[in-house]
């Protein structure tokens, strides 16, 4: 059995059914994100996708941490939508690929990174592979501002989870 990764699209409606609001708002709530992401990226920050994985640029600004919660808040979203709603839509879109990825789907945030489960003869999870997407790297080799490489490490939850089903 082949599991492919889930489309956006899917997602966004999923998601959207879940919290009763419009397809195409949770659609832009989730661009906005993983653009907010990028931006954060090419300035010098580290970005940390909680559960998922940590993307840490060569040359780094600030080494602070911010909470999902302020960066949605930062989020550039129409108005009438509440800071508290797109927190919510981008955890559960977190949630979403997180969950996938256990599965053993390989997973894609638009434009930002890949994770792809590595499974052994039994088609169990041994690991994970994380990597850039192709458009960032296309972005970075473009960019003239400081940044010229990202390093994406999988999130220690990810290890640990896989740490846990090998010792049961």
Do not use: W
């Not at 009763?20 to 993983?34: L, P």
């Not at 970005?47 to 949605?72: H, K, Q, R």
């Not at 994770?115 to 997407?133: L, M, V």
């Amino acid at each position: 059995m082949i599991l492919k990764k889930l489309p956006l699209a899917a997602r966004v409606y999923t998601i959207a059914n879940q919290y009763n609001v419009e397809q195409n708002k949770v659609h832009q709530i989730i661009n906005s994100y993983i653009t907010y992401c990028k931006d954060s990226l090419l300035s010098g920050h580290r970005v940390e996708i909680f559960g998922l994985i940590t993307l840490m640029p060569n040359i780094l600004v600030s080494d602070s941490n911010m909470t999902l919660a302020y960066e949605c808040s930062k989020l550039n979203v129409c108005s009438t939508v509440s800071s508290y709603t797109v927190y919510c839509i981008v955890n559960e879109y977190i949630n979403s690929l997180i969950e996938d990825v256990l599965n053993g789907k390989s997973v894609e945030l638009r434009g930002l990174a890949c994770i792809n489960p590595i499974k052994d003869a039994n088609g169990s999870i041994i690991s994970f592979h994380s990597s850039i997407s192709a458009l960032l790297k296309e972005k970075l080799v473009n960019y003239d501002a400081g940044v010229s490489s990202i390093r994406v490490c999988t999130h220690r939850y990810l290890k640990h989870y896989i740490k846990e089903r090998s010792l049961t």
